[in-house]
């Protein structure tokens, strides 16, 4: 289920993710966030760059520092596992039509990527995860995610998706008991949408 609201932090500073970073760390010892995030929000302009009014920028925000610390809990289990799949949303490719070579097997169910374009994002992380010997997918939603971690072949999964899409997904988490960890986008609107390659070689 994509947020009320659409958003782009792609023109916000990188410092702001490694600030969300370190605040999810002291987010975990303090549990406390009201100040920090707005201070964020003010020193990197986020409502003026990006034209959210102030609860929606918070609720970003607060879904970002969740992201990071869940990520922070899981990251040691997570690095003791090999059968690892990566999830990419399919909202993330470069066409959405039929320029996409993508072959949909209803089967999985997931897009494979046939590598059309050099400069898809989703092409781009495709390979990057198969390099580092993942089973990739190519995701329409998470039902699709669920279906393939019900066949049991996997120790940890890397999700790329929007902050909502990623809370909806903590149940099944939860259920599989795997350890996860999570990219999220930082362009939604289910189409065009962007993530940040850098933040996923990190996670991977
Ligand atoms: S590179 Fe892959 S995901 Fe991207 S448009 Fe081509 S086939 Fe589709
Ligand atoms: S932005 Fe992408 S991941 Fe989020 S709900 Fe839309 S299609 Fe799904």
Do not use: W
């Amino acid at each position: 289920m994509p947020y009320r609201f659409n958003f782009d932090l792609t023109r916000v500073s990188r410092f702001f993710f490694k600030e969300i970073t370190e605040a999810a760390h002291k987010r975990k010892l303090h549990r406390r966030i009201g100040d920090v995030a707005q201070r964020l929000l003010e020193r990197f302009r986020i409502q003026e760059i990006t034209g959210l009014d102030f609860p929606q920028a918070l609720m970003l925000l607060e879904d970002l520092m969740d992201i990071q610390m869940k990520n922070l809990n899981h990251r040691e289990r997570f690095l003791g596992t090999s059968r690892r799949a990566l999830f990419l949303p399919h909202c993330s490719r470069k066409h959405m039509d039929s320029r996409c070579k993508a072959v949909f097997d209803p089967n999985i169910p997931s897009y494979s990527c046939s590598h059309c374009s050099p400069d898809c994002l989703v092409g781009e992380a495709t390979l990057l995860g198969e390099k580092r010997r993942y089973d990739v997918y190519v995701v329409p939603g998470g039902s699709c995610i669920h279906q393939i971690l019900q066949r049991g072949r996997y120790e940890a999964l890397v999700g790329v998706a929007c902050g909502e899409e990623i809370k909806l997904a903590e149940p099944l988490l939860e259920k599989t008991r795997l350890p996860g960890q999570t990219v999220p986008l930082i362009k939604n609107g289910c189409a065009n949408t962007k993530f940040s390659i850098g933040a996923l070689k990190k996670i991977l």
